[in-house]
């Protein structure tokens, strides 16, 4: 949100009372605003610059207010004051109008055709007979900062120039010349430079230096003179010297260059609404004639007021309040939208005027509406609809196939979205024109001119950025891609991808197809044609001849896989083969893969074990009926139902953020649903009923909530009714039936807790892959037999030949699960970096 600083004194002045700083924060909240931060410039100048520069700075108290970002309106202190003066019913919002000269013809600014090549739009309007003071001066000049800064993007969009309209003499032409053909007397300098000159000289200022990129690469720089040639100035870097305004300007020439005529128009009218006031006719603005290079004239400012129509249901319904349709059109006219009320139905017409440039839907009328009523004062209620938040199926795709992929030992990669057109078309042998990419219109490097379209040139990147790690390497990435796509509103659609690379000294086709083969029986996907999954043979440039295979699923093709052709493995600086398997994963979203990843019990299972439906785990009656009385009081009052409500007023949970079996007992204790009036707990009881057979699963509670059924007790009562006459001895027998039992049970779990405990073992069998041919088997396996941990016992061993006169230790052992891991293992005898290049676990078995 922009800051706009005011000085507290004069901003009381104009709103005609004084506020204290309280009262003053609550009327920016109830405007929409928020009073930041009240300081000084003294003390502004000491924070930034120190003691010694603040010295001579001033103490008059500044209110720092933050403004809506599209409230241009507020962001000088005449219109803030006029907003709040009407929001406050003290003032009634102006009626700004454009008028033609007295006494001769408007003010023109002619374009030429050279500035398309620049900034092609120009606007322009003048204030007549304009009194300025100091403070009026200086906010007029904020004003112009504030808007370069926030709707002109750092004069990018546009440029505002005002000038002392009586030192110049129109009419003016907006052109374009060579900057060496440029020569003026710029704003606050002694002498003339030419544009060449200015742009070295303003390289070393603070606050113009950012402007100079705009325009420094381009062959011609534009530039308005008038009817004697006198620059007035050169957007969107400077104005001219000459024609510069002061506290004694009566007139101004105001001119807005733009690579965006909607923006330039939006600005002009900003700036001469809020200054308007003071001419000598208030809020009057003399209208200027803009001539295009075709001969098209323009009138300008437009000052454009248009009206809207909405119901006044419409504005209740989507605020939550209830008021008639004249009080709702008092309350948009205290926003500065006059509005009225047709007496067709409940409609309102509201009208927007020129200031309003944030009013674009009629979801920012009800907003106004709002703010006009006071949020404060919005019931607070319950919301009508209750829904269970659930994770996206194709995000809940993605992490379930993340988790599988790493557990097959393929690591993962995450790239940028944007890449150069080379790495998409080039390196992968085609043309650029059968992408489909979605190019970047003004891309900052070359690195970033499209957004991929297939995931493999990030692959290859990450493995050329590591080629000096142990091989192989495998890496996969599950990400989006852009592709074109002229059925979509925006000319362009986001594919979920699934790539993966083999990378090693061979081509590894066999494990890109293996993984291919995981993937899809996790998917559920069996490999037949029809309605199972296949590959056959298929060209593609990138793909060396004959190594290449297109994937179908139920008859449709879903991607590639294949060795990646000589050509673009140079292409990315990699000098081993490599295989690629790329396939889109959004055709899998089906109900039957997506049943599968949420491990839901299946219909079957249902049947097998005849588990309760969620209809009759509703009906089933509870043999136990469960206490009610809880921490928070006996649930079967209204004392207690409402003291869990205030429990419940900001938790969603009985404990922690997710539902436990504390919520389901709770949840039991309760003998009926709630009222609604127990708005809370009400919401908190839909929540965990939507659950029903998921409430077995919930983790453990930490604390116990429900208190325990409590026996009847026994009383010292002997009356006549308490006498058995029927009674025998048996109770005395069972008596030392008990403690027999009892004396037994213990014997028992003492003679138990002698038994040895059973330890977990499992058996392991190594693959230790050496560098290359001359590495010293025995002494490999010598270092590997060396490693020694509690609960380690190694056993056999074998050389297996590898390929290329290379061969690698297979080794078995038996270890304790408890006390050694197998990453502890590999750990270890990769430390032998001089014969030990990898370990694999080549099988794992519990015993």
């Known amino acids: 949100m922009p800051t706009v600083g005011i000085k507290r004194d004069l901003l009381f002045k104009a709103l005609g009372r004084t506020y204290t700083d309280e009262e003053f924060d609550e009327l920016c909240f109830e405007f929409g605003m928020e009073l930041d931060e009240i300081t000084s410039e003294k003390e502004l100048i000491s924070r930034e610059q120190g003691d010694c520069k603040a010295a001579a700075a001033s103490d008059v108290i500044l209110y720092k207010i933050d403004v809506p970002a599209n409230r241009y309106d507020l962001l000088c202190l005449e219109g803030l004051v006029r907003g709040l003066q009407v929001f406050k019913n003290k003032l009634e919002a102006p009626r700004y109008i454009r008028v033609s000269p007295v006494s001769k013809e408007p003010q023109r600014l002619i374009i030429t055709k050279e500035t398309a090549a620049v900034r092609p739009h120009a606007v322009a309007a003048v204030l007549r007979n304009i009194t300025f003071t100091q403070e009026r001066y200086d906010s007029f000049i904020e004003l112009q900062e504030k808007l370069h800064q926030n709707i002109c993007r750092k004069r990018s969009l546009v440029a505002i120039g005002t000038h002392d309209l009586d030192t110049i003499c129109g009419p003016f032409t907006y052109t374009a010349k060579p900057p060496n053909d440029i020569s003026f007397k710029p704003l606050n300098q002694t002498k003339e430079y030419t544009a060449t000159q200015l742009m070295s000289l303003y390289k070393t200022d603070s606050h113009l230096r950012h402007y100079l990129h705009i325009i420094e690469d381009k062959p011609v720089y534009p530039i308005i003179y008038d009817s004697n040639g006198i620059v007035l100035s050169m957007p969107p870097i400077i104005n001219g010297d000459h024609s510069k305004i002061s506290l004694q300007t009566k007139n101004v020439f105001i001119e807005c260059t733009a690579t965006d005529l909607t923006k330039a128009k939006i600005v002009l009218d900003m700036m001469v609404t809020m200054f308007c006031e003071y001419c000598s006719q208030p809020f009057t603005v003399e209208e200027a004639e803009v001539v295009y290079p075709d001969g098209k004239t323009c009138i300008y400012p437009e000052l454009a007021y248009r009206k809207e129509k909405l119901s006044s249901e419409f504005i209740n319904r989507k605020v ?7 009080r709702i059109a008092q309350l948009l006219t205290r926003m500065c939208l006059l509005s009225r009320a047709t007496g067709v139905s409940d409609e309102i017409e509201v009208e927007i005027p020129p200031t309003r440039s944030d009013i674009i839907h009629a979801c920012d009328i009800v907003e106004d509406a709002a703010m006009a009523y006071g949020f404060n004062n919005i019931t607070r209620t319950t919301p009508r609809t209750y829904t269970v938040a659930n994770q996206f199926p194709l995000n809940k795709l993605t992490e379930l196939l993340r988790q599988d992929l790493a557990a097959a030992g393929f690591t993962e990669a995450l790239n940028f979205a944007l890449c150069s057109q080379e790495d998409i078309a080039d390196k992968l042998r085609k043309d650029i024109s059968e992408t489909r990419a979605a190019h970047i219109s003004n891309p900052k490097t070359a690195e970033f001119q499209v957004a991929r379209t297939t995931l493999l040139p990030g692959l290859l990147k990450t493995v050329a950025a590591n080629r000096k790690m142990p091989l192989p390497l495998k890496l996969f990435e599950i990400s989006d891609v852009v592709l074109k796509d002229e059925t979509k509103d925006v000319g362009a659609r986001n594919v979920r991808r699934f790539c993966a690379i083999y990378y090693n000294k061979s081509p590894g086709f066999e494990v890109i197809h293996g993984l291919l083969d995981r993937t899809m029986q996790l998917l559920e996907v069996k490999a037949a044609r029809g309605q199972g999954y296949h590959i056959q043979a298929a060209d593609d440039s990138t793909f060396f001849p004959g190594r290449c295979a297109e994937i179908f699923v139920r008859g449709k093709s879903v991607g590639r896989l294949g060795v990646l052709h000589p050509d673009v493995v140079n292409r990315f600086e990699l000098t081993m083969p490599c295989s690629s398997l790329e396939m889109d994963i959004e055709p899998f979203l089906g109900h039957s893969a997506e049943s599968l ?24 009656p509870r043999l136990h009926p469960p206490s009610t009385k809880t921490v928070f009081g006996d649930m079967s009052t209204q004392a207690g139902l409402k003291e869990l409500n205030d429990f419940l007023a900001d938790k969603s949970y009985i404990e922690g953020f997710v539902a436990s079996q504390a919520d ?20 908190w009881y839909n929540h965990i009923k939507s659950f029903q057979m998921e409430k077995a699963r919930f983790p453990p509670a930490k604390s116990q909530f429900v208190r325990p059924q409590t026996p009847p007790a026994l009383t010292n009562d002997t009356s006549d009714d308490d006498i058995n006459l029927f009674g025998s001895d048996d109770e005395v027998e069972s008596t030392e039936a008990a403690r027999i039992k009892e004396q037994r049970l213990a014997e028992y779990a003492a003679k138990k807790s002698k038994k040895p405990a059973l330890v977990a073992k499992s058996s392991i069998l190594l693959d230790v892959k050496p560098w290359d041919d001359e590495t010293d088997m025995a002494k490999l396996e010598e270092c590997v037999r060396s490693v020694s941990m509690d609960g380690l016992l190694w056993g056999q061993s074998k050389l297996v030949p590898v390929g290329y006169g290379i061969k690698k230790l297979q080794i078995g052992c038996v270890v304790e699960d408890d006390k050694v891991g197998t990453d502890q293992l590999e750990e270890a005898i990769t430390a032998f970096e001089e014969y030990v290049q990898s370990v694999d676990v080549a099988a794992f078995n519990k015993i």
Do not use: Y
């Not at 389901?664 to 919401?683: G, K, N, V």
């Open 664 to 683: 389901a007992s709770m949840f039991d204790a309760i003998p009926s649903p709630p009222s609604q009036t127990f708005c809370h707990l009400w919401r």
């Open 320 to 326: 939550g309040i209830n008021e008639s349709t004249e």
């Open 597 to 620: 990843l949420t491990h839901d019990v299946s219909m079957q299972e249902i049947i097998r074990h005849k588990f309760p439906t969620q209809g009759e785990s509703q009906q089933a």
